[in-house]
């Protein structure tokens, strides 16, 4: 007899921590002998995200092009891809991290349409506790203008858990008022305090999403056009670059510079960083070896995840960089730091092969189930 795969979506906005929790979660599935499918998500292909998980050693699909309430059908693919490859007794889905309306768009159809395969989880929307206490005006410092944070409040509007993430960089006294004003903001909604990064507060998350069934009640208002809005008002970059040098270089060090000249040349003009990270892969190295580097805010400091025990002399570099900008400023920026970076590492050589600088379209769902569809809230 077939048993139906457990579907799992972990959303939240740009750098709340998506990845790291999925990594954490495909992890723990596997030390308990599940088999574990991953489908990752972006408005252009050449993603982080997806190298990162690979790297890990689960079987990833990527959806490009659109977020998956706009690609259902490509979701649907991706599922049944990994399916036929490796049969997962578990999906997680990663979306965009500037799309909200998941409930009504994704989770809702996937069960009225393909309700015989996949029993759903709760939706979680973890949230960057810094971040999140400057939206709701708890403290000062960069933050989006009212469009972008009206994305950022409807993810957790929909969301049936909301998770603290990486609860380590606030204080208890700072991370109890966050907890307040989300549970008095989102009555009907769980709230978890994580961390992630130090693989703390996930178990009772993890057991969540495993154990309970996603709550059913009417999708929420979404006005459209203010959604469209704040996604065009963020600009996208993802870029690939070859970097090749005579003598062995340090690329950790490398991409700690390359961020830095980045984010300082951004601070300059007034830009507020949504997320920003890069991986780099060497070529001399074993197989799924890698560095990275990950930064969340304009006034953060860029952080290596994943750091490299060996000089490099050549590998490929993948950049994806959004923030609330003009996409060319963005272009401009990662060119400039690039070359800067670059001539303090003497014989290395630095060549773009691919760039998709952009706005993101208007999200135009393929299916959106309840009557509430394209209200206006406000």
């Given at each position: 007899?077939?048993?139906?795969?457990?579907?799992?979506?972990?959303?939240?906005?740009?750098?709340?921590?998506?990845?790291?929790?999925?990594?954490?979660?495909?992890?723990?599935?596997?030390?308990?002998?599940?088999?574990?499918?991953?489908?990752?998500?972006?408005?252009?292909?050449?993603?982080?995200?997806?190298?990162?998980?690979?790297?890990?050693?689960?079987?990833?699909?990527?959806?490009?092009?659109?977020?998956f309430c706009c690609r259902f059908n490509t979701l649907v693919?991706?599922?049944?891809?990994?399916?036929?490859?490796?049969?997962?007794?578990?999906?997680?889905?990663?979306?965009?991290?500037?799309?909200?309306?998941?409930?009504?768009?994704?989770?809702?159809?996937?069960?009225?349409?393909?309700?015989?395969?996949?029993?759903?989880?709760?939706?979680?929307?973890?949230?960057?506790?810094?971040?999140?206490?400057?939206?709701?005006?708890?403290?000062?410092?960069?933050?989006?203008?009212?469009?972008?944070?009206?994305?950022?409040?409807k993810q957790l509007e929909e969301a049936d858990i909301i998770?603290?993430?990486?609860?380590?960089?606030?204080?208890?006294?700072?991370?109890?008022?966050?907890?307040?004003?989300?549970?008095?903001?989102?009555?009907?909604?769980?709230?978890?305090?994580?961390?992630?990064?130090?693989?703390?507060?996930?178990?009772?998350?993890?057991?969540?999403?495993?154990?309970?069934?996603?709550?059913?009640?009417?999708?929420?208002?979404?006005?459209?056009?203010?959604?469209?809005?704040?996604?065009?008002?963020?600009?996208?970059?993802?870029?690939?670059?070859?970097?090749?040098?005579?003598?062995?270089?340090?690329?950790?060090?490398?991409?700690?510079?390359?961020?830095?000249?980045?984010?300082?040349?951004?601070?300059?003009?007034?830009?507020?960083?949504?997320?920003?990270?890069?991986?780099?892969?060497?070529?001399?190295?074993?197989?799924?070896?890698?560095?990275?580097?990950?930064?969340?805010?304009?006034?953060?400091?860029?952080?290596?995840?994943?750091?490299?025990?060996?000089?490099?002399?050549?590998?490929?570099?993948?950049?994806?960089?959004?923030?609330?900008?003009?996409?060319?400023?963005?272009?401009?920026?990662?060119?400039?730091?690039l070359t800067l970076t670059t001539a303090s590492f003497p014989?290395?050589?630095?060549?773009?092969?691919?760039?998709?600088?952009?706005?993101?379209?208007?999200?135009?769902?393929?299916?959106?189930?309840?009557?509430?569809?394209?209200?206006?809230?406000?």
């Amino acid at each position: 007899m077939s048993t139906k795969a457990r579907y799992i979506m972990i959303g939240g906005f740009l750098g709340a921590g998506k990845t790291t929790t999925v990594g954490r979660l495909a992890k723990h599935l596997t030390d308990q002998g599940l088999r574990v499918g991953l489908i990752t998500n972006d408005q252009a292909g050449g993603l982080v995200d997806t190298k990162l998980l690979r790297g890990q050693g689960y079987a990833t699909e990527e959806i490009a092009g659109g977020c998956f309430c706009c690609r259902f059908n490509t979701l649907v693919d991706a599922a049944n891809k990994l399916s036929d490859q490796s049969k997962p007794d578990v999906f997680i889905a990663e979306p965009v991290g500037s799309c909200t309306d998941l409930v009504a768009t994704v989770t809702y159809p996937l069960r009225r349409m393909y309700g015989d395969a996949f029993t759903i989880a709760p939706l979680s929307v973890l949230v960057d506790p810094v971040r999140a206490r400057r939206v709701f005006g708890l403290d000062s410092g960069g933050s989006f203008s009212s469009k972008v944070a009206y994305i950022f409040k409807k993810q957790l509007e929909e969301a049936d858990i909301i998770v603290i993430s990486k609860s380590d960089l606030i204080s208890d006294a700072e991370r109890e008022e966050l907890h307040t004003v989300l549970t008095r903001e989102f009555p009907l909604a769980d709230i978890l305090t994580a961390s992630p990064r130090q693989e703390t507060g996930l178990t009772d998350l993890f057991a969540q999403l495993m154990t309970d069934e996603q709550a059913r009640r009417n999708p929420m208002a979404v006005d459209y056009e203010v959604y469209a809005d704040g996604e065009a008002l963020l600009g996208w970059l993802n870029a690939t670059i070859t970097l090749k040098a005579t003598d062995e270089f340090d690329a950790n060090a490398f991409l700690r510079a390359l961020a830095t000249q980045v984010q300082t040349q951004l601070q300059s003009e007034g830009t507020e960083i949504a997320h920003f990270k890069m991986t780099y892969s060497p070529d001399d190295g074993i197989a799924g070896e890698l560095a990275s580097i990950n930064l969340v805010r304009s006034d953060y400091i860029p952080e290596l995840g994943m750091e490299l025990d060996e000089p490099s002399e050549g590998g490929q570099l993948i950049v994806n960089l959004r923030a609330e900008a003009d996409p060319a400023t963005l272009m401009q920026a990662v060119q400039s730091g690039l070359t800067l970076t670059t001539a303090s590492f003497p014989t290395l050589i630095a060549k773009l092969e691919h760039e998709e600088h952009f706005r993101p379209g208007k999200p135009t769902p393929t299916h959106r189930d309840g009557a509430l569809e394209q209200a206006s809230d406000s």
